[in-house]
């Protein structure tokens, strides 16, 4: 995610704590060597929630709306040389199949790139924009969509 430098070592500990939250869930797909080709990974947002409380902050009056009962989808990353191969959309629908919330939602750093191509792609649309996390100076985009996905069509 082009993280700035020093964030990737605070998240590590972020990462483990997310793993222990209520409704988490993860998919990881490996290439044939065993290698992680790419991973997602969420839980339930509640409030108390540092990304529940900044986003809630950006949304203000409206962030009932879309946060009453959500997945956060917190990562998704696929390799670069295995990009482009519907990898993302896969572990996506897979992480997404079965939630039983409301809706899901995301944040992911403002400009055209595969992440974005994917989201809309998969029916997400804006719920904030340029908007900035305290502690990151890049703007980011907030996602959404209702829950269930559709089924999934086959290739």
Do not use: K
């Amino acid at each position: 995610m082009r993280y700035p430098e020093g964030i990737v070592e605070g998240r590590v500990p972020l990462w483990d704590d997310h793993s222990r939250r209520a409704g988490f869930a993860c998919r990881i797909a490996l290439d044939p060597d065993g290698r992680i080709s790419g991973l997602a990974y969420g839980y339930t947002g509640r409030p108390g929630q540092w990304w529940y409380s900044e986003v809630s902050r950006g949304l203000g009056p409206h962030a009932a709306a879309w946060m009453s009962d959500f997945f956060e989808l917190t990562e998704l990353h696929v390799r670069p040389d295995r990009q482009g191969a519907g990898l993302g959309q896969a572990l996506l629908t897979d992480l997404l199949s079965d939630r039983r919330e409301r809706t899901v939602l995301l944040s992911t750093p403002e400009g055209t790139n595969r992440a974005w191509r994917l989201y809309r792609r998969m029916d997400f649309v804006d719920v904030l924009r340029d908007y900035r996390f305290t502690g990151d100076p890049r703007p980011f985009g907030v996602l959404g969509r209702p829950l269930p996905l559709p089924p999934a069509q086959p290739a």
